[in-house]
C-alpha cells in the first residue's frame, strides 16, 4: 500500500505538544504582524488539519 | 517544537498555529496553502518569504528556522536571481523552490532567462531542472484536460507553445473535444505517452542522480511508459543501496507491483523495506508482490498479519485482501494512467 506520508518528511507529529503554552500567538494573522512590526521580527504560520 | 533550543529559536518569531478547514481557511487561500502541515513565514507586511512542508527533524528544522532569520530565504534567492540570472547555485535552488510550490512556470520563466545570461553554459544539471519543470507542467496540463473532459469541456483549453504538451495541443487542434468519450479518451491517453516519451527523451539519463531519478520514473509511470518507469526505479533502488528509506523502497516495490513489472525484483526491494520498517503499510505492499508471483501461502500470511497490526480503514481493507486470496481472486489494482482521464 502506498503510504499517504511523503517520503522525505519525517513524522514529528508526537512532539508536537504545548500549543497552549505562550510560544504559540493566539490572536489573528494581523494582530501577529502588529506584533512582528513592533518586535522587528517575522511571524511563522503552520497550516494543519484535523487528519 | 518541544525541544528547548527549537522553542528559544521560536521565541523570536511570532508563532501561531491555524486549522486550514476550520477557521484558518481564509488565510490558508491567501497563502495557496493545500497540503498540510505546511509552514509559512511571513515578513511584518504580510508577505510570505518561505515555507516549509511537512515536519522536520528537530535539527533540521532549527536550521532551517536559523537560515530564514539570518534572511537566507527562497525570497531572497529569487530576489538574488533576478540580479543575476546566470548564477547557477541561484537558479537551482530558485526552481527546486518554485517547483516545490507547483509553479513550473515560474521555474521554466528562469530557467530561459538562465539560457539568455549564460549561453556557454550548458550543464547536465541545467538540463536536469528543465526536465523536472517541463514534466511538472506537462503532468499538470494533462490532469487539466482531465478535468475538462471530466465537466465534457465546458472551457477551452490551451496548451503554451513551449515544447510541452505537443501532442495535447495537436489533438485539440484537430478537433479532440468534439469526438466521443471513448475516442477523446484513447486521443488523451496516447498523446500523453507520446509526450511522456518525447520529454523524457531530451533528458540524459546518465546527468540523473538521486531524487532527480525518482521524480523521472514517477513521471514515466504517469505518462504509461512503463518499461522506462520500471528501469528507472530498479536504477534509483541500485543507487541509493542500503542507504534507500523503507518509505521509498515501499513506493518503487508498490509502482512495480501496480504496473506489473520486474515483480521478483519487487518482492526483494519490498522485503528490504519492510526488514528496515516492519510497518502494515509495507507488509501489504510485499504481501500482494507475493501473492502475483505465486507464493500464496507466504502472501495470506504476510497480509493477515498486516491486517492484525493495522488499525481502521487500513486493517479492513487489508483483510479484504486477505480473504481474496484465500479464494483465489485476482487482484486487479492499476497503474493511475490505466484509468486517465477518468
Known amino acids: 500500500m502506498r503510504r499517504a506520508t511523503p517520503v522525505l518528511l519525517m513524522a514529528a507529529a508526537a512532539a508536537m505538544v504545548g500549543c497552549a503554552d505562550r510560544l504559540w500567538h493566539r490572536g489573528s494573522f494581523e494582530s501577529a504582524l502588529e506584533l512582528a512590526r513592533s518586535g522587528e521580527t517575522m511571524v511563522m504560520v503552520e497550516f494543519q488539519t484535523d487528519w | 517544537m518541544s525541544q528547548p533550543e527549537v522553542r528559544q529559536e521560536l521565541a523570536q518569531l511570532v508563532v501561531m498555529r491555524v486549522n486550514a478547514e476550520r477557521g484558518g481557511e481564509e488565510l490558508a487561500k491567501r497563502f495557496d496553502v493545500s497540503s ?117 469541456w465546458k472551457h477551452a483549453m490551451e496548451v503554451p507553445d513551449c515544447g510541452v504538451g505537443v501532442q495535447l495541443r495537436a489533438a485539440l487542434e484537430q478537433g479532440l473535444t468534439e469526438l466521443d468519450a471513448a475516442e477523446q479518451r484513447r486521443m488523451l491517453r496516447e498523446a500523453r505517452r507520446q509526450d511522456g516519451g518525447a520529454l523524457l527523451s531530451e533528458v540524459d539519463p546518465g546527468s540523473l542522480h538521486g531524487e532527480d531519478i525518482l521524480t523521472a520514473a514517477r513521471f514515466a509511470a504517469a505518462s504509461g511508459i512503463y518499461e522506462r518507469a520500471t528501469e528507472l526505479f530498479e536504477r534509483w533502488v541500485d543507487s541509493e543501496g542500503a542507504e534507500a528509506p523503507p518509505e521509498a523502497l515501499n513506493e518503487v516495490a508498490w509502482e512495480l507491483y501496480l504496473m506489473r513489472q520486474a515483480l521478483d525484483r519487487g518482492v526483494k526491494i519490498a522485503r528490504a523495506a519492510l526488514a528496515a520498517d516492519d510497518s502494515p ?62
Not at chain 2, 487489508?318 to 481474496?324: C, I, K, L, N
Open chain 2, 281 to 342: 503499510d509495507i507488509a501489504d505492499t510485499l504481501a500482494r508482490l507475493l501473492y502475483v508471483t505465486g507464493a500464496v501461502d507466504e502472501a495470506i500470511a504476510v497480509e493477515t498479519r498486516a491486517a492484525e497490526q493495522a488499525e481502521g480503514k487500513a486493517a479492513d481493507a487489508f483483510r479484504d485482501v486477505a480473504e481474496r486470496m484465500k479464494t483465489g481472486l485476482p487482484l486487479d489494482d492499476q497503474p493511475e494512467f490505466e484509468s486517465y482521464p477518468e
Open chain 2, 36 to 152: 498540510y502541515p505546511t509552514l509559512v513565514f511571513a515578513n511584518a507586511d504580510g508577505e510570505e518569504v518561505e515555507r516549509i512542508r511537512g515536519y522536520l527533524p528537530p535539527d533540521a528544522f532549527l536550521a532551517e528556522v536559523r537560515r530564514v532569520r539570518a534572511g537566507d530565504t527562497f525570497a531572497a534567492c529569487l530576489a538574488r536571481l533576478e540580479e543575476q540570472p546566470g548564477d547557477l547555485e541561484t537558479l537551482t535552488r530558485a526552481v527546486d523552490g518554485l517547483l516545490q510550490r507547483s509553479d513550473p512556470e515560474g521555474a521554466l520563466t528562469r530557467l530561459e532567462a538562465f539560457r539568455l545570461a549564460a549561453p556557454e553554459t550548458s550543464t547536465a544539471a541545467c538540463s536536469v531542472l528543465l526536465f523536472r519543470a517541463r514534466a511538472a507542467l506537462q503532468d499538470r496540463l494533462y490532469e487539466h484536460a482531465a478535468q475538462l473532459y471530466d465537466t465534457g
